[in-house]
């Protein structure tokens, strides 16, 4: 393929920009202290795992810092892999490294296995920090700031009407579930619906905590439609948008040098049990009566490396 031909299908390749142009600025950020918003249409549920270092807290977290950085880099939250965002449910087949390590951490702390007082630290504290997170993503009306970035072709920014997207979780959530309740009726309907006022607390050196609470008028609940200009504007797809999936392996490869161990160790138990099951599955399947001639015996014992490979067993 000449350069000329490669130009023109990398031109062809790229997202065609609209006559409405690029926008910014669709994530809403909790500030400090009351935050007024509408809750507009279906949330969606997203399952996410923290996976940078944390400076600020001293945390190594799972990751090496090196992998945030540089083109490629890694996001510090990534959706679990183990989720599958369109249908909003578990995935049947796990690929997740941070949550094979969440599973090794809860295994290892059973009673049964008796860690020592050292190994019990070590993975219940990888237990918190591996165990996935539950948010719901919304489309709001931010009243405080009801206002996106429009970006025309030119580099010129102009701010415009339209939703945010704003991240839920599962303490604000908690405060939101009894106002639909308390109201017993879908808030989040544009035609009759509430503002809420979500307040975030921080205290130094202590958690950061969220509340929410119906905006009242006087002593009653203010119940509203949206205006005719705020009907007009087009929801994000959610889980277009927050469905980012970042590949298992790069997660994998980019932990800390002794978890990603534990993976391996983990990969291996799993591997053997499967193939100690198959083994012992195998002869029943055939006829159970029959006796192994020795040739055949001596021909599975030359091959058993191939057995430990995926499909060794499976081919014969
Ligand atoms: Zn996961």
Redesign the pocket.
Known sequence: MGTLDKIRKFKASRPQSSGRGRIRGIFHDWTTGDNIIRLVGEFVQV?T?FISPAPKRRDRGLCQADAFKGDDRLPAI??????DISQEETMPE?T?????L?RLAQQVLHPNEKPTEEEKKFFEKLRSD?N?RTYLKWNILDRDDPTIIQLDDEGGEEKIPGFKIATVGMEAWGDIDGIFDQCGFDISKPEKGVDIKVTKTETPGRRTTYSAQVVLEGTSIKVGSLTEEEQKLTPHDLKQICGRVTEANAVRVALHGDLEQLLVLEGEGSEAERLLKEMEETPEKESPEKETPAEEASEEDEDGDALFSNTGSKKK
Do not use: F, I, L, Y
């Open positions: 399952q795992h990534v959706n679990c892999m183990d989720w796990k997740c490294p941070v949550c094979a969440n591996t996935p």
